[in-house]
């Protein structure tokens, strides 16, 4: 609302006519056009923690974080476009997994599931997420088992929580529903609601360079190639996995993000089998794209959150879905 505030230069007397008209404290001097004052945009009244976008009720369900593989004979995946936030972080040799995180809506079933490695657990965890895996390597066995996050794991629920999918063989082929994780959330007796601690979102400006097309090259094979395309009228990015375009298995929906962030981190290699330890927590650098742009960035493990800053301030992300690509280093990432 403007407010003014009405100044009498002088009395007006009724006999003569005479009237000041009402003038404002913010008149402009004769010649200069009159300065426009914006009004606020209404803000919602209650948004997504993980998202930025507007709920319609104060968002409580607890996150959930799902193990799904992504191994070319386990695509197109189902639950996919639903998650608020996916990394994707190398497993063996040049096969990447997601960690795929859900808070803000859920699909009607998610995978194919797969194992748990203890640096998942550990992004897991920055979202105090219920964490869903069939399988795990002997590190993420110990931490799961001494307590470091709730979790169901298939090994245990095969054919009862978690189902083997006829068109698939194993262990490209193991489903879960949401229901059935409520389900078997409700019997381990792991709570469903609570508040979240929201990700910093900023309206950031397009400052970076103009970057419509990136592309990870996980190794020299086509099936690890990773492209994200973007799409001005959707305002986000179309993902790809060697030239296909990353869809859900039962509806066909796109993949649609409007943040993509590639850290690099150090990878180094476990034991024998191939597994890996990766350095989530001394930071480094980086890419953020938004909006079609690029920025080169640094990242920060903020309580178990992998963070965009810009020298030492955080940068944030746009509302929508965010996609962290993690890799062993940056020249692997393409852009234009």
């Not at 190398?90 to 995180?101: M, N, P, S």
């Not at 105090?128 to 390597?137: D, M, P, T, V």
């Not at 850290?263 to 330890?277: C, E, F, L, P, Q």
């Not at 930071?283 to 953020?288: A, D, I, R, S, V």
Request: a neutral charge; hydrophobic letters at 35%; charged letters at 20%.
């Amino acid at each position: 609302m403007k407010r003014f505030v009405i100044a009498i230069s002088g009395a007006c007397l009724l006999f003569s006519g005479c009237a000041k008209k009402e003038q404002t404290r913010n008149t402009p001097p004769i010649g200069e056009a009159p300065k426009q004052v914006e009004e606020s945009t209404p803000q919602p009244s209650f948004v997504f923690p993980l998202t930025g976008m507007p709920a319609e009720t104060k968002p409580d369900h607890r996150a959930v974080a799902v193990m799904i593989n992504n191994h070319p004979k386990a695509r197109p995946q189902s639950g996919l476009p639903k998650a608020d936030i996916v990394y994707e972080v190398l497993a063996e040799g040049d096969l990447t997994r997601f960690l795929a995180i859900f808070q803000s809506e859920f699909p009607e079933k998610v995978g194919p599931v797969r194992s748990a490695r203890d640096y998942y657990i550990e992004l897991s965890k920055g979202f105090n997420a219920l964490y869903i895996c069939h399988g795990w390597s002997p590190e993420a066995k110990k931490m799961l088992e001494s307590g470091a996050a709730d979790y169901l794991n298939g090994l245990f629920y095969d054919g009862t929580l978690f189902k083997r999918a006829s068109f698939r063989k194993a262990p490209h082929n193991s489903y879960i529903t949401f229901s059935n994780i409520e389900k078997g959330a409700t019997e381990k007796g792991y709570a469903l609601q609570e508040e979240i601690e929201p990700l910093p979102f900023f309206a950031n400006e397009s400052v970076g360079k103009p970057a419509e097309q990136v592309e990870i090259a996980y190794s020299r094979q086509a099936y690890a190639h990773v492209q994200y395309k973007y799409i001005p009228e959707k305002k986000g990015y179309f993902r790809y996995s060697a030239g296909e375009q990353t869809v859900d298995y039962d509806t066909h929906e796109p993949v649609l993000v409007q943040n993509v962030f590639v850290v690099a981190a150090k990878h180094t290699i476990a034991d024998s089998y191939g597994r890996r330890d990766i350095d989530l927590t001394s930071g480094g650098n980086g890419y953020l794209f938004q909006n079609g742009t690029v920025r080169p960035v640094e990242w920060k493990n903020v309580n178990g959150r992998l963070l965009p800053y810009e020298n030492g301030v955080p940068v944030g992300f746009v509302p929508g879905k965010t996609w962290i690509n993690i890799v062993p280093q940056l020249d692997i990432v393409q852009y234009h």
